[in-house]
Structure formats: C-alpha cells, structure tokens
C-alpha cells in the first residue's frame, strides 16, 4: 500500500516536500517512483529510486528542481521540489515496481499540489 501525502497550495519560487508511506511488503529491490498528473494531461514521470542503493533518477525537465530521497527503516520515500511554478500544479503520485519490471505496478492515492502565480 502506498499513500502520498504533503501536498497543498504553495506560492511560486517555494519549495514542497511531498511523503509516500509504503506498507504491506518488503520493497528490497524495488523501484518507488514519483509522477503526476494535471488536469486534461498524462501522468508524467518526475523520478525515482533504488530502495537497497538509495541510487535516484529525475525527469530532465525537473531534475534541477527534485530531490527524491527515502528513509529505509520507516519505508518513507520523499519527493522535494524547489523553484515551484504555476505549471507544477498537479496530483502528485508514488508508486512502486519491482527492479526486474518496466511498469510501475502498485499505485497510491495522489495528494493534490496547486502553485499560485
């Protein structure tokens, strides 16, 4: 089970750490990823991580403005974002896979992120 939640309204140029509580399994070597979806557009990959290695990959188009970390004991996975702009507004998702996978399998509940201009 996983469940995204830290989302809310931000002004643009501020920052917003977004949480992914993951539970029901162990995630050793698992990918937890990040995307989000705005309203009348596709899911869009932000990034993701390596749960054993804590190794992380972005989108290019957010890459200068993500951190995406985790806390192995607590299976905590975090999604920072700086330098926010109106177009990041959006549901903002976790999400899991396997390493061996090419899809994201296991989805939670989105937490809605709204940036004022």
């Known amino acids: 089970q996983l469940q995204a939640f830290g989302g809310g309204l931000v002004q643009a140029g501020g920052s917003l750490r977004l949480s992914c509580a993951a539970s029901?399994?162990?995630?050793?070597?698992?990918?937890m990823g990040w995307f989000r979806q705005a309203p009348g557009n596709e899911r869009e990959f932000i990034g993701g991580?390596?749960?054993?290695?804590?190794?992380?990959w972005s989108a290019d188009s957010v890459k200068d403005r993500v951190t995406i970390s985790r806390e192995f004991y607590k299976n905590m996975v975090y999604l920072q974002m700086n330098s926010l702009k109106p177009e990041d507004t959006a549901v903002y998702f976790c999400?899991?896979?396997?390493?061996?996978?090419?899809?994201?399998?296991?989805w939670g509940q989105g937490t809605q992120v709204t940036v004022s201009s």
């Open positions: 999400s899991a896979k396997s390493s061996a996978s090419r899809e994201y399998m296991y």
């Open positions: 029901g399994r162990t995630f050793s070597n698992w990918h």
């Open positions: 991580i390596a749960w054993n290695t804590g190794r992380t």
